[in-house]
């Protein structure tokens, strides 16, 4: 399986703090996105970045690659309720290949 | 409404018997994708199209068959369905220009018994 894994698979902070996920993924890639998956609802996507970068932000997230190591971060700053939700990595060309993801909980 | 619509929302059947899901899109793009979920698994492809006549096996095509009906239409069958094909199914689209940006339907809850 080319499939990526997540870590930690499940995350439960305070409202306010910074979230961080991270994921690693086995063959080479021309771009890694993240996805976000309210429960049991479709994902949506949150940020995708390039090989040849190696941050990335959008809002209050912010994405990190280190095609040397294989991985990815994914940072979410001051976060709130409403962040609760599984994050994903893709990767892929035609096909994409989504990981096993990781449960944020952020309390009140 | 939405952009990516799966039908039905929710089902439940027994083992043997052939099942639907269909999907429909307003969104205009050419690529459409089957994918399921399992606990712990994440999402696995199952098949996808990049236009009317093209078809393609993604990872975990065996026990499935799809139809591409129309550009807006992407239909998944199970010939004859068996329990460990419980699974939360989407479809998703995504258009040549940006192709790596998936839009999701909301899924369909399937449990074969």
């Known amino acids: 399986s080319q499939q990526g894994e997540e870590d930690p698979q499940a995350l439960s902070i305070q409202e306010g703090e910074n979230a961080t996920m991270n994921c690693s993924y086995k063959?080479?890639?021309?771009?890694l996105q993240w996805y976000r998956q309210n429960s049991g609802r479709g994902l949506v996507h949150l940020i995708l970045?390039?090989?040849?970068?190696r941050e990335k932000h959008s809002g209050r997230l912010r994405v990190t690659l280190d095609t040397s190591k294989k991985s990815s971060s994914l940072l979410i700053t001051a976060s709130r309720a409403a962040d609760t939700a599984s994050y994903f990595c893709a990767t892929g060309g035609n096909q994409f290949y989504f990981g096993t993801g990781t449960s944020l909980t952020v309390i009140p | 409404d939405a952009d990516v619509t799966q039908t039905p929302r929710n089902r439940i059947t027994k083992t043997g018997k052939r099942i639907m899901l269909e999907c429909s899109q307003t969104k205009g793009h050419d690529r459409m994708y089957w994918y399921r979920q399992d606990p712990g698994l994440g999402l696995r492809l199952i098949y996808y199209s990049f236009d009317v006549k093209d078809i393609n096996k993604g990872e975990i095509s065996d026990g499935y068959s799809v139809s591409r009906q129309a550009q807006a239409k992407f239909s998944l069958s199970l010939e004859s369905a068996i329990p460990n094909q419980t699974a939360l199914y989407f479809c998703?689209?995504?258009?040549?220009?940006?192709?790596?940006?998936?839009?999701f339907g909301s899924g369909t809850q399937l449990s074969v018994l």
């Open positions: 063959t080479s890639i021309n771009n």
């Open positions: 998703a689209t995504s258009e040549p220009g940006t192709p790596e940006k998936l839009f």
């Open positions: 970045i390039r090989s040849n970068e």
